[in-house]
């Protein structure tokens, strides 16, 4: 059966419905939000801008992490389904009608783009929260993030150019900078509107065409804003998203032939996978971000109650599930008791619990698997003796909630001091000289981010300076910018999002070489 209340946004555009299908479930199904609105969520995969079923007509279950409870079904996409929107993604890209035109078109479209998102900013947010679990006010922040992106990559299209270069007088030489082709794309759960943004924009504005897997465990955003495609101006087929699960749609993005990029954020497991199967199958250029065991590093000169604020923002934020979390807290030795009594306070009075309540900072873990992985972390942390110097331990018996858990009496070869637990859990220990701290903070194959709090200018510049990081954010943390290029040094990733870098990531040049009679 089809919603009869699908909305006139939806039915105004040309989407194939169920009518004819012998699977029951509709393309569009209407879903209550917790602030007692509803709204119209698309349940099909997107490809060649409609809403369709998956070929094999199979659904699976999205969760709402909150309460446990189903929130609707919504298709699930297969290797047929990803070589069919592959097929579709590779004719728009050779018609040129997205790759070869005047670039200020693309920079219309996704300017467009960016304003409907943002028309219907409170409800992608509502989207955000209900599916992934995090706090409202992260989720609204996570929409302008993504909606400046969108306008900022919006700006970029018709400003990549080239270089003519002096080879002497027998020839003109210069170079372009050209589209890859069809790009691959795979998310993660804990950012879904954001990555989406963050991988969508700058392939979309440098002329590629999209095939993008979101997280199983939260498609509903993605597919949500991807239905403004058509009516900003992006031709069908330029951006076209499968939902689906890694082991089948992800494999067949990383391993398709006719795929001439794959970019994928999540786990460091998953990326070495994708980057030998980009390997052996067509030698796609791969970009990467990974995870992390970011170090947040506290001088006796800090100033304590600010640095606490970013620390609680550091660790807690997103519920601890970010790849940079500053997870490895080290504090000068001068400092160490005080600070560590300021964050205990300031932890317990972290607002944990429902994502829509006002005043919630920390919400929900995302999935089942995600705080039963916190959790075991826990117990391997009180296992390998380390204090519990406030929570460690989950939150009623309905919903993924785990109380801000701080560990001191740490060892650096502690599992919980090494391996990414991606939850509202840190670890504690003390340093005394910059010698000791820039070894301890670079012990680790990871690579992401690093935090430095110290009111001394040369500190922080002889510190980061000697960090092996890609972001080191100086008296604050997990503070983003658009234009501010993102990525891991060592195991954290290959390449750069954001700023100019992830617009290279998404052209190749071409010389070309004039001989001149
Ligand atoms: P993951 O496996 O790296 O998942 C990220 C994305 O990759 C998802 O879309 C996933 O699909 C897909 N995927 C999984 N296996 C794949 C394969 N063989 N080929 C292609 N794509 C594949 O991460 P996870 O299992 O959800 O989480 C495990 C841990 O990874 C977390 O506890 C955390 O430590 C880390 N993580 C890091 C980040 C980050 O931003 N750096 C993000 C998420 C997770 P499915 O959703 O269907 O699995
Ligand atoms: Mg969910």
């Given at each position: 059966?089809?919603?009869?209340?699908?909305?006139?946004r939806?039915?105004?555009?040309?989407?194939?419905?169920?009518?004819?299908?012998?699977?029951?479930?509709?393309?569009?199904?209407?879903?209550?939000?917790?602030?007692?609105?509803?709204?119209?969520?698309?349940?099909?995969?997107?490809?060649?801008?409609?809403?369709?079923?998956?070929?094999?007509?199979?659904?699976?279950?999205?969760?709402?992490?909150?309460?446990?409870?189903?929130?609707?079904?919504?298709?699930e996409?297969?290797?047929?389904?990803?070589?069919?929107?592959?097929?579709?993604?590779?004719?728009?890209?050779?018609?040129?009608?997205?790759?070869?035109?005047?670039?200020?078109?693309?920079?219309?479209?996704?300017?467009?783009?960016?304003?409907?998102?943002?028309d219907?900013?409170?409800?992608?947010?509502?989207?955000?929260s209900?599916?992934?679990?995090?706090?409202?006010?992260?989720?609204?922040?996570?929409?302008v993030?993504?909606?400046?992106?969108?306008?900022?990559?919006?700006?970029?299209?018709?400003?990549?150019?080239?270089?003519?270069?002096?080879?002497?007088?027998?020839?003109?030489?210069?170079?372009?900078?050209?589209?890859?082709?069809?790009?691959?794309?795979?998310i993660?759960?804990?950012?879904?509107?954001?990555?989406?943004?963050?991988?969508?924009?700058?392939?979309?504005?440098?002329?590629?065409?999209?095939?993008?897997?979101?997280?199983?465990?939260?498609?509903?955003?993605?597919?949500?804003?991807?239905?403004?495609?058509?009516?900003?101006?992006?031709?069908?087929?330029a951006?076209?998203?499968?939902?689906?699960?890694?082991?089948?749609?992800?494999?067949?993005?990383?391993?398709?032939?006719?795929?001439?990029?794959?970019a994928?954020?999540?786990?460091?497991?998953?990326?070495?996978?994708?980057?030998?199967?980009?390997?052996?199958?067509?030698?796609?250029?791969?970009?990467?971000?990974?995870?992390?065991?970011?170090?947040?590093?506290?001088?006796?000169?800090a100033?304590?109650?600010?640095?606490?604020?970013?620390?609680i923002?550091?660790i807690?934020f997103?519920?601890?599930?970010?790849?940079?979390?500053?997870?490895?807290?080290?504090?000068?030795e001068?400092?160490?008791?005080?600070?560590?009594?300021a964050?205990?306070?300031?932890?317990?009075?972290?607002?944990?619990?429902?994502?829509?309540?006002?005043?919630?900072?920390q919400?929900?873990?995302?999935?089942?698997?995600?705080?039963?992985?916190?959790?075991?972390?826990?117990?391997?942390?009180?296992?390998?003796g380390?204090?519990?110097?406030?929570?460690?331990?989950?939150?009623g018996?309905?919903?993924?909630?785990?109380?801000?858990?701080?560990?001191?009496?740490?060892?650096?070869?502690?599992?919980?001091?090494?391996?990414?637990i991606?939850?509202?859990?840190?670890?504690?220990?003390?340093?005394?000289?910059?010698?000791?701290?820039?070894?301890?903070?670079?012990?680790?194959?990871y690579?992401?981010?690093?935090?430095i709090?110290?009111?001394?200018?040369?500190?922080a510049?002889?510190?980061?300076?000697?960090?092996?990081?890609?972001?080191?954010?100086i008296?604050?943390?997990?503070?983003?910018?658009?234009q501010?290029?993102?990525?891991?040094?060592?195991e954290?990733?290959?390449?750069?999002?954001?700023?100019?870098?992830?617009?290279?990531?998404?052209?190749?040049?071409?010389?070309?070489?004039?001989?001149?009679?």
């Amino acid at each position: 059966m089809i919603t009869s209340t699908i909305s006139k946004r939806l039915s105004s555009q040309s989407f194939v419905f169920t009518r004819q299908l012998s699977t029951k479930l509709p393309l569009s199904v209407t879903i209550n939000l917790p602030n007692g609105s509803s709204y119209q969520q698309p349940t099909g995969l997107f490809i060649g801008n409609k809403f369709v079923p998956s070929r094999q007509g199979k659904t699976f279950e999205v969760i709402n992490p909150s309460t446990e409870e189903e929130i609707t079904h919504i298709y699930e996409g297969r290797e047929d389904d990803v070589n069919h929107a592959v097929d579709i993604a590779e004719q728009t890209f050779k018609s040129g009608v997205w790759s070869k035109v005047d670039p200020i078109i693309r920079t219309n479209a996704i300017n467009k783009f960016a304003q409907l998102i943002e028309d219907h900013a409170e409800t992608v947010a509502a989207i955000e929260s209900l599916d992934n679990g995090k706090a409202l006010f992260a989720a609204r922040g996570d929409v302008v993030l993504a909606v400046n992106y969108l306008r900022s990559v919006a700006g970029w299209a018709d400003k990549v150019d080239g270089r003519v270069i002096d080879s002497g007088s027998s020839h003109f030489s210069y170079t372009k900078r050209e589209a890859i082709g069809v790009v691959g794309q795979i998310i993660p759960w804990n950012f879904p509107l954001l990555m989406w943004a963050w991988k969508v924009g700058p392939a979309l504005a440098t002329g590629n065409t999209v095939v993008l897997k979101t997280a199983e465990a939260t498609p509903l955003s993605a597919l949500y804003v991807s239905q403004f495609a058509e009516e900003a101006g992006i031709p069908a087929g330029a951006l076209n998203i499968v939902s689906g699960f890694g082991k089948i749609v992800g494999e067949a993005i990383a391993t398709h032939p006719r795929i001439k990029k794959v970019a994928f954020t999540g786990s460091t497991a998953t990326g070495r996978h994708i980057l030998k199967a980009a390997a052996e199958s067509n030698l796609k250029k791969v970009t990467l971000e990974l995870g992390g065991k970011s170090p947040n590093i506290v001088f006796n000169d800090a100033d304590i109650a600010k640095t606490v604020q970013n620390i609680i923002v550091g660790i807690y934020f997103n519920s601890g599930e970010v790849c940079c979390a500053g997870s490895r807290l080290y504090v000068q030795e001068g400092i160490y008791e005080e600070l560590l009594e300021a964050f205990k306070v300031a932890a317990e009075g972290v607002k944990v619990g429902d994502p829509f309540a006002e005043g919630t900072f920390q919400g929900a873990q995302t999935s089942q698997n995600q705080i039963d992985k916190i959790l075991q972390y826990v117990k391997i942390g009180k296992e390998e003796g380390a204090r519990v110097v406030t929570g460690g331990e989950r939150i009623g018996d309905k919903g993924f909630f785990i109380k801000p858990t701080i560990f001191a009496d740490v060892e650096e070869s502690f599992r919980i001091v090494k391996e990414e637990i991606f939850g509202p859990v840190i670890t504690i220990s003390k340093f005394s000289t910059v010698d000791e701290i820039i070894e301890k903070a670079n012990n680790t194959n990871y690579g992401l981010a690093a935090g430095i709090h110290t009111t001394s200018l040369n500190t922080a510049i002889d510190v980061s300076n000697k960090i092996e990081a890609g972001t080191v954010w100086i008296n604050t943390y997990n503070d983003f910018h658009h234009q501010v290029p993102f990525g891991g040094f060592k195991e954290s990733g290959i390449g750069r999002e954001l700023g100019t870098e992830a617009l290279d990531n998404y052209t190749q040049v071409k010389s070309v070489r004039i001989k001149l009679d």
